[in-house]
């Protein structure tokens, strides 16, 4: 940053005073809050760790200081809610990502679902397993979500990131309003809430281990993460009947 740029004490002295107002308005909202997930609290969160921002940005760039503290989950990707304070209805969005890490797995457990259902009648494809493309949409047409991500490492794939919004509407979506496409227009003001699950956090984990004393905890961790179903082993049982 340019000399001309940097910002004055009385911007810095102001961002402070902009601090100790959102601190109070946090206050008053926790005090005042009607439930768990009053939104005023929410809003106020956000506003307070907005203008901590501001402000730990301008004393650095003016007297190269750090504000010694950090509001964990401030509003990093998401702006402040500003959806109604009583909601109708919800919408739950869900993204999880995988890598197809064992095909063969992968194939060998969609073809024995495949095979039951053939079973059961005629009009099954028996080629819809033989390939990746068709053995995914076998498996995912068979189990549910939340199952497919329990017992993943079955099913020959790798968790990537996962994320999960709960987005707040004044009225439920009439039937079929919005399955063509079911992720657009999101407004994120009307977040309520969300969780991420990454291993970029868990990354950040482990430097905190680093530096700590918890080396053998990190370890005991770090193994269990890694078991995993070996090559040769017989799959387990499926349950494909529903």
Same mark, same amino acid.
């Given at each position: 940053?340019?000399?001309? &740029?940097?910002?004055?004490? $009385?911007?810095?002295? &102001? &961002?402070? =005073? ?9 206050? +008053? ?10 939104? !005023? ?6 506003? #307070? /760790? ?8 301008? #004393? ?21 809610? $500003?959806?109604?304070? @009583?909601?109708? $209805? ?24 495949? &095979? +039951? ?11 819809? /397993?033989?390939?990746?493309?068709? !053995? #995914? ?9 939340? @199952? ?8 020959? #794939? ?21 399955? =063509? ?17 990454? !291993? ?17 905890? $990190? ?20 349950? /494909?009947?529903?």
């Amino acid at each position: 940053m340019s000399d001309a &740029a940097q910002p004055t004490a $009385a911007e810095v002295r &102001a &961002a402070a =005073e902009a601090v100790k107002t959102a601190l109070d308005r946090h206050l +008053a909202a926790v005090e005042r809050r009607s439930g768990e997930d009053d939104p !005023a609290v929410y809003e106020a969160f956000n506003e #307070l /760790a907005a203008a901590a921002e501001v402000y730990d940005e301008l #004393l650095y760039d003016c007297y190269d200081e750090v504000t010694p503290f950090e509001i964990p989950g401030a509003d990093e990707s998401l702006p402040p809610y $500003a959806g109604p304070e @009583e909601p109708n $209805a919800i919408s739950v969005l869900i993204r999880r990502d995988y890598a197809v890490a064992e095909p063969q797995r992968l194939l060998a457990q969609a073809q024995r679902v495949e &095979a +039951a259902e053939y079973d059961d009648g005629p009009g099954v494809d028996r080629d819809a /397993a033989a390939t990746i493309h068709g !053995a #995914l949409g076998v498996l995912f047409g068979e189990f549910e979500p939340d @199952e497919i991500a329990s017992r993943h490492k079955e099913f020959g #794939l790798e968790e990537g990131d996962s994320t999960l919004w709960v987005t707040a509407a004044d009225e439920p979506a009439e039937p079929g309003e919005w399955l =063509e496409v079911p992720f657009e227009g999101v407004d994120p003001q009307r977040v309520v809430c969300r969780f991420d699950v990454s !291993a970029v956090f868990d990354d950040e984990d482990d430097e905190d281990d680093e530096d700590g004393d918890d080396g053998d905890d $990190a370890a005991e961790t770090d193994e269990l993460d890694v078991i995993d179903l070996d090559e040769d082993e017989d799959l387990e049982p499926l349950d /494909a009947e529903r």
